[in-house]
Antibody, heavy 122, light 115 residues
Framework: QVQLVQSGAEVKKPGASVKVSCKAS????????INWVRQATGQGLEWMGW????????GYAQKFQGRVTMTRSTSTSTAYMELSSLRSEDTAIYYCARWTLRGDTAGFLDYWGQGAPVTVSS | QAVLTQPSSLSASPGASASLTCTLN?????????IHWYQQKPGSPPQHLLR?????????GSGVPSRFSGSKDASANAVVLFISGLQSDDEADYYCMIWHSSAWVFGGGTKLTVL
């Protein structure tokens, strides 16, 4: 069965970086794009960007340009999202999710990781 | 002005119907976009409910009952998620989502209370 298993909770200081992992199983990792979505406590969903695990191509939300980097390891079927220059407003749960149809807005996010809590505090 | 605007909350009774609206920024034409709806329950990641573009181009999420349906209101430049036969299990947050300016954008979400 398809699963996305994310890394555990992180606590970081302002200005530091965090790298969250998302290990895929149950399907061919390179066939589906991975998206990242975050959610601050009690707040709504915020899309951060996408990555094509086959090519490594990425697309980031303008808000995160210059601070976010999405990468992957095809040998371990793992996607990574690194966010730098952390500030308190980055405290949130970070989700990875699989997109069903590469390059097509008719696709959707079908499988989600369990979420990785990141706390930014001095 | 936000890209997508949703009312923050809505209440309805069990067995009744609910219409959750998602209004697009006036600069975005609802007729030219696929609209996605997601449901999120506390402590869980979101779940895809459905995609709606038109009555002839739509897709129900896997295992999502037909009680959930979508539509567009071009006159209001809005999309609607309609839920019939409300059940207590439908109590959740609901988010609309579109692709705009090379990014996925979520609405602020509507908290649906069934009581």
């Amino acid at each position: 069965q398809v699963q996305l298993v994310q890394s555990g909770a992180e606590v970081k200081k302002p200005g530091a970086s965090v790298k969250v992992s998302c290990k895929a199983s149950g399907y061919t990792f390179t066939d589906y794009d991975i998206n990242w979505v975050r959610q601050a406590t009690g707040q709504g969903l915020e899309w951060m960007g996408w990555m094509n695990p086959s090519s490594g191509n990425t697309g980031y939300a303008q808000k995160f340009q210059g601070r976010v980097t999405m990468t992957r390891s095809t040998s371990t079927s793992t996607a990574y999202m690194e966010l730098s220059s952390l500030r308190s407003e980055d405290t949130a749960i970070y989700y990875c999710a699989r997109w069903t149809l590469r390059g097509d807005t008719a696709g959707f996010l079908d499988y989600w990781g369990q979420g990785a809590p990141v706390t930014v505090s001095s | 002005q936000a890209v997508l605007t949703q009312p923050s909350s809505l209440s309805a009774s069990p067995g009744a119907s609910a219409s959750l609206t998602c209004t697009l920024n006036s600069g975005i034409n609802v007729d030219t976009h696929n609209i996605h709806w997601y449901q999120q329950k506390p402590g869980s990641p979101p779940q895809h409910l459905l995609r709606y573009n038109s009555d002839s181009d739509k897709q129900q999420g896997s295992g999502v009952p037909s009680r959930f349906s979508g539509s567009k209101d071009a006159s209001a430049n809005a999309v609607v998620l309609f839920i019939s036969g409300l059940q207590s299990d439908d109590e959740a947050d609901y988010y609309c989502m579109i692709w705009h300016s090379s990014a996925w954008v979520f609405g602020g979400g509507t908290k649906l209370t069934v009581l």
